[in-house]
């Protein structure tokens, strides 16, 4: 029998741990040592990415010295990292759980570096998927269309793209100057793609070089056509020679065509289009303006491109409009009304409203309007049903018409690269379960979102995030060389070491 232990006074009480406020803050109490139930749920970067990326998956594994294991997730979702590491508007961080304790993780630095990691030492795709006998037509090379032919033959599929320019790539080859995205660094993520047994034709213009008839062998069709038709706003002298449109002086600059702007060019716009031509004239030689009818904090375009921007001597004139573009044989300048904020519009953003009798002129040799695109759907098959100026799709791509599906610019409408791809990878999925004869929508990802109050701090302490490196200022004048560097091995690992591992088991 066990000899009761009796306590009559206070001298008599052992020592005890105590607390003057709840444990439950600490998730490692007593029932650390209880058996656990092993749950995964999902990190918010990763809900925030639209791809939806396995991103605290690959970034531990990348602290833990595996690079090629974080490279190889990495490609289960994303054809494209070293593109997204350098021109992704990266949302991901700004869901970071980690920016609510120091700093926000540098994510798009690590994709990039991830990315040309798997350039410099991949073995190569193995997808282990059997060939499946259909063949499916993707109309379009860029960022949606690349993705879903790249999901599709790691299911197995015989996928021919068809391009209507010269060299693969769409808005990611003539829409992005060589500064953000080196030529060398595009070829080769689409080589990777081609070397899945993928066949890229260009110069196939669908309606043009490219007739519906040739497409009734394919056993589904995906049209991924982007938005290349520019919106352009009635100005009084927007005929004049000197006026560009911004995409297309994009486009013909990276086609290599010499263009003289002048000295003084006027950009309209305040989206990644009118910063890219803004950034594009500098490096011309031209001093370039740029016009935004709204704020800075209103501005489409991606930050930190802003900011680049403005280092590298872009001028910027907010809450102003052009109502003309003077000059007789030639740009001249153009004349502008201040604007202030109104109701606001679909986006959220205050629509600006013109103030009367606040006019100001401004000299400029040229004008670059960038205010917008739209997708042209003057190809479309009859019948196929569009809506708000776009092909009209459901949640997973699928159009009205049975085997045709859209993504991309054309049918969303979105923007971003990322999106785009997005859009690409799970049309493909839709295209799969279609061609399988599967009825219903894939299955989607319902895992619970891990927030920073589940995470136990004390297992980590506060480090500041790895700045990536980038070319000095004076250099960048007429150079079209990268403008940012890259981590190196030792930051990368760094920076993924600061890595929360955000629903993931970290041990």
């Not at 490196?469 to 079209?480: E, I, T, Y």
Request: with cysteine; proline share 6%.
């Amino acid at each position: 029998m066990e000899e009761k232990i009796v306590i009559k006074t206070l001298k008599d009480t052992p020592f005890l741990s105590i607390s003057l406020q709840s444990t439950l803050w600490n998730k490692t109490g007593t029932w650390r040592y209880l058996k656990p139930s092993y749950i995964t749920q999902k990190a918010p970067c990763s809900k925030a990415c639209p791809i939806e990326q396995d991103i605290s998956f690959y970034l531990t594994s990348l602290a833990d010295g595996k690079p090629e294991e974080a490279w190889r997730r990495i490609l289960e979702s994303n054809p494209f990292p070293s593109i997204c590491g350098r021109v992704c508007h990266h949302p991901c961080e700004s869901d970071c759980n980690r920016k609510d304790y120091d700093e926000a993780l540098a994510i798009n630095a690590l994709e990039r570096f991830l990315g040309d990691w798997g350039m410099k030492h991949s073995p190569g795709n193995a997808t282990g998927m059997e060939r499946r006998k259909e063949q499916v037509a993707v109309i379009g090379s860029g960022p949606a269309g690349l993705s879903c032919a790249y999901f599709l033959a790691r299911c197995g599929y015989g996928v021919t793209v068809f391009e209507a320019m010269k060299e693969p790539g769409g808005m990611l080859r003539y829409g992005i100057p060589k500064y953000r995205l080196p030529r060398n660094i595009l070829n080769r993520e689409i080589s990777r793609i081609k070397s899945l047994g993928v066949e890229i034709r260009t110069g196939k213009r669908l309606g043009a070089d490219l007739g519906l008839e040739e497409l009734k062998n394919f056993a589904a069709v995906f049209l991924a056509t982007g938005a290349w038709a520019e919106q352009k706003p009635e100005l009084p002298g927007d005929d004049l020679p000197g006026v560009w449109h911004g995409l297309s002086f994009l486009r013909e600059v990276n086609a290599g065509k010499k263009i003289s702007l002048g000295k003084r060019v006027l950009v309209v716009g305040g989206g990644n289009t009118a910063l890219d031509s803004a950034r594009v004239a500098l490096r011309l030689g031209s001093k370039a303006t740029v016009l935004y009818r709204r704020e800075k904090a209103d501005m489409p375009a991606i930050p930190d491109e802003i900011e680049e921007a403005a280092k590298e001597g872009v001028d910027f004139i907010f809450r102003a409009a052009p109502v003309k573009i003077l000059g007789k044989q030639k740009v001249q300048g153009v004349d502008a009304l201040r604007t202030k904020p109104g109701k606001p519009d679909a986006s959220g953003r205050r629509s600006p409203v013109l103030i009367p009798h606040s006019g100001f002129s401004l000299k400029g040799d040229s004008v670059i309007l960038a205010v917008g695109e739209r997708a042209d759907l003057s190809f479309l098959p009859e019948g196929m049903r569009v809506g708000n100026g776009r092909i009209a799709i459901d949640s997973w791509g699928r159009t009205n018409l049975p085997g045709f599906f859209a993504g991309g610019d054309a049918a969303t409408g979105q923007g971003y690269v990322s999106q785009a791809i997005a859009s690409g990878k799970k049309t493909a999925s839709a295209i799969d379960r279609y061609l399988r004869g599967k009825a219903g929508d894939p299955e989607e990802d319902g895992r619970e979102i891990v927030r920073l109050d589940k995470i136990n701090l004390d297992y980590f302490t506060h480090r500041k995030r790895t700045r990536i490196s980038s070319r000095d200022l004076k250099p960048r004048a007429g150079s079209f060389a990268e403008v940012h560097l890259g981590l190196s091995p030792s930051g990368a690992k760094r920076e993924a070491e600061r890595c929360f591992s955000c629903g993931n088991c970290i041990q």
